[in-house]
């Protein structure tokens, strides 16, 4: 079981807005440290899209968003296409005594 | 352009060694951190071992402590994963990718293709 906390499975029609939360603690988010997440399409390696939060690298569409508040994060994805559809997870850096980055479970995104 | 790639997968009996590689180009390796990810079939993604950018500091996840050891030769710009006692719940495909940040903030912005490692009698 994973420290970070998402959900298993999310849904959307193409052209709906979708979130993914990654719910954490005081060890790891809510002691301040930045979540980032990443797309892993099926047989392939995870992709970067979100950094520090709020931070989008060159070539990820403005579709996705990311934001933090407390000791959770949310991933937003708006006009969902039928290419969106893969796993997500969130990753933190926990600093409790086994001080390490932590993956959330990974989230499934189904495009109905 | 940033090129990750890793080698040395393959299928051992438990209890066997296996050493993995990462080859890098693209940038300069010398100057980034780097980490082993793996994910077991089915499964979500683990940190398995990082380094820092000038080899002075390692941290390994509690499920390989002990078994396992990452290094880095800068001159050949590689990365590798010495994996001993190997068990059946190490079966997964092992990725390596680059660090950004420093622990906070730090995160990993390129990733390899990835080398599968079966272990199994």
């Known amino acids: 079981q994973s420290v970070l906390t998402q959900p298993p499975s999310v849904s959307g029609a193409p052209g709906q807005r979708v979130t993914i939360s990654c719910t954490g603690s005081?060890?790891?988010?809510?002691?301040?440290?930045?979540v980032h997440w990443y797309q892993q399409l099926p047989g392939a390696a995870p992709k970067l899209l979100i950094h520090?939060?709020?931070n989008r690298p060159s070539g990820v569409p403005d579709r996705f968003s990311g934001s933090k508040s407390g000791t959770s994060a949310s991933l937003a994805i708006t006009g969902l296409q039928a290419e969106d559809e893969a796993d997500y997870y969130c990753?933190?850096?926990?600093?409790?005594?086994?001080?390490?980055?932590?993956f959330g479970g990974g989230t499934k995104l189904t495009v109905l | 352009q940033v090129q990750l790639v890793e080698s040395g997968g393959g299928v051992v009996q438990p209890g066997t060694s296996l050493r993995l590689s990462c080859a890098a180009s693209g940038f300069t390796f010398s100057s980034y951190g780097m980490h082993w990810v793996r994910q077991a079939p089915g499964k979500g993604l683990e940190l398995v071992a990082v380094?820092?950018?000038?080899?002075?500091?390692?941290y390994y996840a509690e499920s390989v402590k002990g078994r396992f050891s990452i290094s880095r030769d800068d001159p050949e710009n590689k990365l590798y994963l010495q994996m001993n006692s190997l068990r059946a719940e190490d079966t997964a495909v092992y990725y390596c990718?680059?660090?950004?940040?420093?622990?906070?903030?730090?995160?990993?912005?390129?990733w390899g293709q990835g080398t599968l490692v079966t272990v199994s009698s």
């Open positions: 990718a680059r660090g950004r940040g420093h622990t906070t903030d730090g995160y990993f912005d390129f």
């Open positions: 520090g939060n709020t």
């Open positions: 990753l933190s850096y926990d600093t409790s005594l086994s001080a390490f980055w932590l």
């Open positions: 380094i820092w950018s000038d080899g002075s500091k390692k």
């Open positions: 005081s060890s790891n988010i809510g002691a301040g440290s930045d």
